[in-house]
């Protein structure tokens, strides 16, 4: 079954069959592709496996050459200047644990966090039924605007800590307020970049993969250092990739005229009321 709700307010929400079954065909077959190959365990949590994809590999195209996905994407979360930013498989292994609470944005300085509209988003497909013993995934609706206690226990994302929690932690375990997206296999949950979200452990000897894409609803209104830090996106084509890609096409992605400049990377929430 699907969640429904208001994706302003809630900071998450769910769109049914994003992709056919002729895409989620090819799409699986890239991703086990890609997790034969070596990758970089730097990218591996407890809980999940991350393998990050550039601009043009297959399973990225297959959802931006797709208008009629990018316009329910669009539709979702208001989107007046959606781009795209990076990608990623995650897979999580059979008999896994749960992936912990965390929130993906990374600038918790920067006066933005705190504005009503989501700064980026991420937009997570699952190539199989999910549900709270396979692995779904599980949100703290709100939680994008508001601080909750749990925000108070959690780890530094990507950090050590984040890595040896005991089996108990609150991060790792049920929390009041929670709800599960049971998606489909095609389905897709879409998520502020600041919202507290994890995953079920994964009981079942299956694995569980998602491909997930980040996107930025508003590129144009985002301020400059922002957009300056973002198009240095290792993901982003680059200068000599440009000439390469279809008109048409490249207005999917960011692009910045100014001088590319990193901004003071800060993925801790601050505490808030
Ligand atoms: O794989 C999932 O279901 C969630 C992944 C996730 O939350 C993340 O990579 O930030």
Redesign the pocket.
Known sequence: MLASSDFAADGFTAIPALFEERDLHEIEKQVQRQLALPHDPMMNRVG?D?IPLRWNDPIVTHLLERTSALARIRAAVAAADLRWISA?I???AGSMPA?LW?Q?WWCWDHAISFAPAAPQI?V?C?LCD?GRHT???RVLPGSHRRGLPIHAELPEPHSAAAEQLAPDHPALSDQDGQVTLNLGRGDA?I?DYRLL???HPNRSLLR?D?V?FSFVPNWCALPKSIRAHLAMHPALPNADEWPTIAAWWQEIFPRYDGAPASLQINRVAPLRG
Do not use: E
Request: charged residues 10%; aromatic residues 8%; hydrophobic residues 40%.
């Open positions: 999940n991350l990623y995650s897979s999580k992936l965390h993906d991420a997570l699952y999910t692995g779904a995934l949950a998520v979200h994890g995953t569980r998602a997930l």
